[in-house]
């Protein structure tokens, strides 16, 4: 029933996109949903055409446990039953023979710093497990009190030394797999200085275990003769508030930046659509007889005039220009200023134009004047062509990313099947 619903949709969304030529991104949601539905619907009925399920492969060993989701089938009744997978075991010879290599690894590094079981100065290196071996590590001391199972070294230890006999218990829960190995380390106290703060450390774990019935836990003041002051440990945050900032800084500084070349390519934006217009008045007032001058500041009154709320650059511009001129600023000066203000190569064009034939008188300015408005007209239909192919060409993305999502939505299914 539901694959009828499936054609209808696919179907009717052919029809109407290629009968319509507006309204057509739900039609194309619609078709999409359709085709990503219908190629789900097929996988499923391959898959069950290819008969009841025998196996389930399991991870590989350094895999992880995995949930399956079973319709279970008995008989006529039928229901969803879950299952838990665990990765692939391994045979006891292997994890065998993995300890004992384990094993030669950890007796290199057991010993710490100094290198050497027969005189240890420096807290051991026991870790809990090692990258690559699929095991958990356990370590045991005969006199916790000397070494701990973390490898530390206690503060009772005498001057002339002392043995300890150290075990380690390689273990894997879920092959119950347990291998151990003895050997014995011949512990001596730290070094002097080190000795003197383990020992302090001890001391202060003793009197806050004593102290714990107290609301407050006072600080020793002396220790083995010595003054002690304790401060709070400083955090070190302006280096960090500095850098936090200065990235700050370059990311407005950087969106500043951004916002005023966005700006400024909209305002030559639009004066690029104002000027055939200016262009075209222009010409006309010129060709009835207007001097240049007159017909220059004649379109700047009119706009000031007429000025609305959202002001017209280019048009502001031929203001600015007017002023200019009326403070004392010469005619030829004020066009020049004009175009390097714009710096637009129409509004160059159309300043040099003024320029010359202020200099020049107004002779064959008309004709000037008309086949500028052509070539005005000629840029403003060349844009227009250009921003409708941009257009075309951003909503070509979304439609090859909304096709790529139907292909997998379609393609994964079948290929998950065939696994």
């Known amino acids: 029933m539901a694959v009828g619903f499936y054609i209808a949709g696919l179907i009717g969304s052919l029809v109407y996109l290629l009968k319509k030529k507006t309204g057509w991104k739900p039609v194309l949601l619609l078709l999409t949903g359709s085709l990503a539905a219908l190629g789900m619907w097929v996988s499923g009925e391959i898959r069950q055409k290819e008969g009841s399920l025998k196996e389930i492969r399991r991870e590989n060993r350094q895999g992880t446990e995995k949930m399956w989701e079973l319709k279970a089938k008995a008989e006529e009744e039928t229901r969803s039953i879950q299952i838990r997978v665990a990765p692939q075991a391994y045979e006891i010879d292997e994890l065998q023979a993995l300890s004992e290599t384990l094993w030669e690894r950890l007796k290199e590094t057991i010993a710490g710093e100094q290198g050497t079981l027969d005189c240890v100065r420096e807290d051991m290196s026991f870790p809990e497990a090692v990258e690559g071996y699929p095991f958990r590590l356990r370590w045991l001391t005969s006199d916790p009190g000397l070494l701990s199972g973390e490898g530390k070294i206690g503060p009772d230890v005498p001057e002339e030394g002392a043995a300890v006999e150290i075990t380690l218990q390689i273990l894997q829960e879920e092959s119950r797999f347990m291998a151990e190995h003895s050997f014995s380390a011949k512990l001596f106290p730290k070094s002097g200085r080190e000795a003197f703060w383990n020992r302090l450390e001890t001391h202060m774990e003793k009197m806050e275990e004593n102290t714990r019935a107290t609301d407050k836990y006072i600080l020793p003041d002396h220790f083995e003769g010595k003054k002690l002051s304790f401060f709070p440990e400083k955090t070190e945050q302006s280096g960090k508030i500095f850098l ?171 290929f998950t099947s065939f696994g």
């Open 244 to 414: 936090l900032f200065l990235f700050g800084a370059v990311l407005a500084a950087a969106g500043e930046k951004r916002e005023s070349e966005k700006q400024d390519k909209a305002r030559r934006a639009e004066m690029e659509q104002e000027y055939p217009e200016i262009i075209s008045r222009m010409s006309m007032l010129v060709g009835a007889g207007m001097t240049i001058s007159g017909a220059f500041r004649r379109i700047a009154g009119e706009y000031g005039r007429q000025k609305q709320e959202k002001s017209r650059p280019l048009y502001e511009e031929l203001m600015t220009a007017c002023r200019e001129m009326e403070a004392g600023i010469p005619e030829i000066r004020a066009y020049q200023n004009m175009g390097k203000r714009c710096g637009l190569p129409c509004v160059i064009r159309f300043t040099a134009l003024l320029s010359q034939f202020a200099k020049s008188g107004a002779s064959g300015l008309k004709h000037a004047l008309h086949e500028e408005t052509a070539q005005a007209l000629k840029e403003r239909r060349e844009r227009a062509r250009r921003k409708g192919e941009e257009a075309g060409t951003k909503l070509l993305f979304p439609m090859i990313l909304m096709l790529v999502l139907v292909m997998i939505i379609i393609m994964i299914p079948a």
